[in-house]
């Protein structure tokens, strides 16, 4: 005797929806920091050079912000690494609330973060890095009962034809570690 199987069209369907659901599902947590739910650095990397050739395209600039949390090794050393998970995620949600829609915010690796903010020159960058580094200060994670502050040092570099993508990510770097040298807490450019 000879098995033979039958499909009708409604599960067939129901299989291709369900294989695409999990494809989208794959994608996402390919694409996403498991502690933050933000972007992670494999897909801000993606968005990057897609934004290079975007610009390069048609003549534009755009602004990055590369952040780091300023002492979170004594947050770690005092508090513990739960409360140091709480403080990235505590920076993730300010600085999704704080952006544009059209701004992405990733964590980069450890206790930094980069924002890509498209079609921006740098000096409404700085503005909208502004606006993140205050929201975030003026934002708290309760440890027993008290409120504990947290500031972040943002350094912001802008993309040019004239520069690679390495070198953008460098300059935003070194702005990044002049904040630190300035006393940390500030936007830098």
Known sequence: MI????????SVIRYEYRLKALNSEMESLADSDQLTGLANRRFIYR????????????????????????????????YGHL???????????CSTDALRKCDIVGR????????????????????????????????AVVYNGTPVHVTITIGCAEYTDDI?????????????YRGKRSGKNIVCA
């Open 47 to 78: 968005k990057l050079n897609e934004l290079v050739c975007d610009a390069a395209a048609n003549n534009q600039s755009f602004t990055i912000g590369m952040a780091d949390i300023d002492n979170f090794k004594e947050y770690n050393d005092t």
């Open 108 to 139: 980069w690796g450890g206790k930094a973060f980069l924002y890509i903010l498209p079609a921006t020159p740098l000096e409404n960058g700085k503005l909208i890095m502004q606006r993140v580094k205050d929201r975030v200060s003026a934002a």
């Open 83 to 93: 409360f140091g998970d709480e403080i990235l995620k505590m920076i993730g949600q």
């Open 164 to 176: 690679s993508l390495t070198e953008l990510l460098h300059t935003a770097d070194i702005q990044l």
């Open 3 to 10: 098995a033979t199987s039958r499909y009708d069209g409604a």
